[in-house]
Each structure stands twice: as structure tokens, then as C-alpha cells.
């Protein structure tokens, strides 16, 4: 049986590629039998961790509280640099020019990125809204958050900084940005589970070690980052209590 | 322990106070009526150990305070109590996280020049392998609806 290795469907597409070479290396490096296994959405990939199909992750910090508090995953490494942030962002003509300006029932354009989600209605609850007074308009990437926004069908939506940041000057020109999130704390993180748990160190040092060496830079490269770093059990924590101080509901 | 504030640290005009803070210790305060709105897009954060000595906090928590962060490590606390909150709001939260749950709650804070800032806390405790090792409070920016409600809320409870 090989480990199956899955990684959080929020990946940037253009990375895609960079996930299958990661996985090739990381067998090769470290004589396990690794398999690749991508997820079309958050829900269907929480149910194959639900039923222990997973034992390597690069996860969403959304789940990185199940993982370790049900599951007993362990976390490795994270990206460096690699800080999930989110934006607030109107049609350039909008009158808005606060989060106080948003009338309740806004019309909200998301993706399932339930991260960037929760951090982006933490930035509107300045604002008076939350999960009870606004409509969502739910979609499939930030390429169609940009979409309705310009075309007028939401008042506002929530993108991840980085795919914001990447998108071209023509769409960008037609929508400003509200409000900036700088929260610098929470990042995906490469974890596993307890069937490799006797390997995690060895793993974890081949990990910090990719960048030394020809071969794991080109791989990181196609990763979109230059070197991974160590995220200990107690930084994992942090963040999972941080988390914790974030999500709604109670 | 906790020093008595600085007239010499204070921005323009201000009043002063004495605060009782736990154990019986006092604490003369200086505050003005500046406030300093909070920070588009932030988190403050910190951590204390069991006793509310804090432990850590980020540069989002050190700009807002306006004290430096060796001034606040191994400090209770209330080093940013304000003498506008009623004592009611903070004996709710110590035995909320004393019993392992959450708190929320909007509160204003002194800064080290006497001006002051509103947030809205969520305060939890930090378990580990079962047992509380400290807390940890996240504060977000507050609406102003709210922040009006709860300063007619906290000034009926201070009178
Ligand atoms: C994690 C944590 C964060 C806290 N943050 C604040 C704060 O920002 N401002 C504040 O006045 N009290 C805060 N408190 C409460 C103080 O510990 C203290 O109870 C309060 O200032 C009232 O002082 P007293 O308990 O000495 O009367 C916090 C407590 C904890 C556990």
C-alpha cells in the first residue's frame, strides 16, 4: 500500500504540475512508496481524511485543527514566506469606500477556501456583517470572484492576496482593493499522519534540506517557493489556537 | 511589579486615575480622550501564562500599546487596563477560560501615551495534552455600532 499524499484544493493551478514532481522527489528521497491523490473540493477531501485514507497533507489551515486534535497528524514544514492573507475588494466604481459603507445583505463573491473565507468576513465584521447578513455568491475560482465583481453582481468579494496579486493589470484596473488583511500568522503546512510517524524526522530533514542541492531547488522552484521551514508541534498549536479565536459560531 | 504610568509619556492634555488590580495592587494611570482607531486588516495578538503575565505578543500588539515589547513580556496583563472598563467585564473572562471556554468581548485599552483603542477580543485558553498552559487572546477591529453599545453598556456598570 503506498501513502497517499493530498494536497489542499486551493492550490494555485499553476502549480499543479510542481505537486506530481514534489511527490516523484519526495519517494525517490525517501524510499517510501508515495502516491499523489488530488481532491476536487474541501468536502470531499475531509471525508477521505475522516476515513483515514491520507497520510501526507499540505493543508489548508482550516483543517490543520482536525488533523492534529482528531487525527493525530504531526506537522512538518511550511513554505517560506508562504502566509495565507486575504482581501477585501469592490468594482473600481463602487461607492464603497469602508467596510461601514456595506449595507446588510451585501452580496459577497466567494470561493470555498475556508481559510480565506474566514478571514476575509473577520475583516466585514468591522463592518456589521457576518454569516447572517450577508448572500454569498459562491465561486469556483478568484478568476470568477473578479468576474461578478465587474460585472456588478456582488459588493464586494473575498480573494486570497497571492491570486489577487497575480491577476492582470486589465482585470485589476477594474476593481479596488478595500481592505489589505496583514495577519502574517497563518500558512499551509506539509503534515503526516501515524503511519509514517516513525519517519517523521528523517523526513522532515530531507524536507529542510531540498534547497541545498540542485535537484530540490528546481523542484521547490516549480513549487513556487524557495525552502521549506521547520513548523514545530508548539507553532502548530499557536496556530491552531489562533484558529480557534477566528472561526465563528461560538 | 506593574509601575505606576508617566505624566511624562502622556500626549496632550489628561486625567488621572488609580486602579485596584488583582492582589490588591495599585496602579495610577494617565489617559486622554485621543483615540487611535484600529488598524484596517490586523490582528493584535498575545499570550499570558496562567496568571495573565504575558508572554508573547506580535508587532500589530507592541505598535497599538505603544510600549516597546521588552516593556510588556513578564508584565500582568492590565498594563493596559483602562479605567472606563467596569471589573465585571474581566472577572466574565477569567472565569469563562477558567472553565475552558471562549470569551469574546469589546474592550478599551490604555496605550503608554494615555490615548486608548477599542477592540473586540476573543480570549481562549491554550490546552495541552489536557491541560491549560496559558491564554491566548486575538483581537480584531470592532464596529462602531458595537463599540457605541458597549460604551453605554460599560458606563452604566462603572458608575
Ligand atoms: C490572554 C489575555 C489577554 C488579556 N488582554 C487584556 C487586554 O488587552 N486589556 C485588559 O485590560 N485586560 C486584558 N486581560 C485581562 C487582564 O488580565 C486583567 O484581568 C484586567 O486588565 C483587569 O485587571 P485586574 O484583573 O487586575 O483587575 C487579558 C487576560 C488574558 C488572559
Known amino acids: 500500500m503506498p501513502n497517499i499524499f493530498t494536497v489542499s484544493p486551493d492550490f494555485t493551478p499553476s502549480h499543479l504540475s510542481g505537486w506530481y514532481i514534489f511527490n516523484t522527489w519526495l519517494q525517490r528521497a525517501t524510499n517510501e512508496p508515495i502516491r499523489l491523490t488530488l481532491y476536487d473540493n474541501f468536502f470531499n477531501q475531509r471525508q477521505a481524511i475522516e476515513e483515514d485514507v491520507i497520510d501526507l497533507i499540505y493543508a489548508n489551515p482550516y483543517d490543520a485543527a482536525m488533523l492534529v486534535r482528531d487525527k493525530n497528524f504531526q506537522p512538518l514544514v511550511k513554505p517560506e514566506g508562504g502566509h495565507d492573507e486575504a482581501i477585501l475588494v469592490v468594482n473600481v466604481d463602487s461607492q464603497v469606500q469602508d467596510v461601514a459603507d456595506l449595507k446588510t445583505y451585501s452580496i459577497v463573491a466567494v470561493t470555498d477556501d475556508p481559510d480565506v473565507t474566514m478571514m476575509g468576513m473577520i475583516m466585514l465584521e468591522a463592518g456589521d456583517l457576518d454569516n447572517n447578513n450577508v448572500r454569498f455568491l459562491p465561486c469556483m475560482n478568484y478568476v470568477l470572484v473578479a468576474k461578478q465583481l465587474i460585472q456588478g453582481n456582488a459588493n464586494v468579494g473575498i480573494f486570497l492576496a497571492e491570486a489577487f496579486d497575480d491577476m492582470s493589470n486589465f482585470v485589476k484596473k477594474q476593481l479596488r482593493v478595500l481592505v489589505r488583511g496583514q495577519i502574517g500568522i497563518i500558512h499551509h503546512s506539509l503534515m503526516m499522519g501515524s503511519k509514517l510517524q516513525e519517519k517523521h524526522d528523517q523526513i522532515q530533514r530531507i524536507l529542510l534540506d531540498m534547497n541545498n542541492n540542485d535537484k530540490g531547488r528546481k523542484v521547490l522552484e516549480s513549487l513556487g517557493f524557495e525552502q521549506w521551514l521547520v513548523v514545530d508541534d508548539e507553532e502548530m498549536e499557536f496556530m491552531i489556537d489562533l484558529m480557534d479565536t477566528l472561526v465563528t459560531g461560538d | ?159
Do not use: C
Not at chain 2, 521588552?70 to 469563562?96: N, Q, Y
Open chain 2, 1 to 159: 511589579m506593574i509601575n505606576d504610568m508617566s505624566p511624562d509619556d502622556i500626549d496632550g492634555e489628561y486625567k488621572e486615575a488609580t486602579l485596584i488590580l488583582y492582589g490588591n495592587i495599585t496602579r495610577k494611570v494617565f489617559f486622554s480622550d485621543r483615540e487611535i482607531p484600529y488598524p484596517d486588516g490586523k490582528l493584535i495578538v498575545s499570550r499570558t501564562d496562567l496568571d495573565g503575565i504575558i508572554t508573547h505578543v506580535n508587532k500589530s500588539f507592541v505598535d497599538m500599546s505603544g510600549y516597546e515589547e521588552a516593556e510588556l513580556i513578564g508584565m500582568p496583563h492590565s498594563i493596559l487596563r483602562h479605567p472606563d472598563m467596569p471589573s465585571v467585564a474581566f472577572k466574565d473572562l477569567w472565569d469563562t477560560v477558567h472553565g475552558s471556554r471562549k470569551w469574546q468581548g469589546f474592550v478599551k485599552n490604555l496605550r503608554k501615551d494615555g490615548a486608548y483603542y477599542w477592540v473586540k477580543a476573543t480570549v481562549i485558553p491554550n490546552i495541552r495534552k489536557g491541560k491549560i498552559v496559558g491564554y491566548t487572546s486575538v483581537r480584531r477591529k470592532p464596529s462602531r455600532t458595537k463599540v457605541d453599545e458597549s460604551i453605554r453598556l460599560y458606563s452604566s456598570l462603572t458608575e
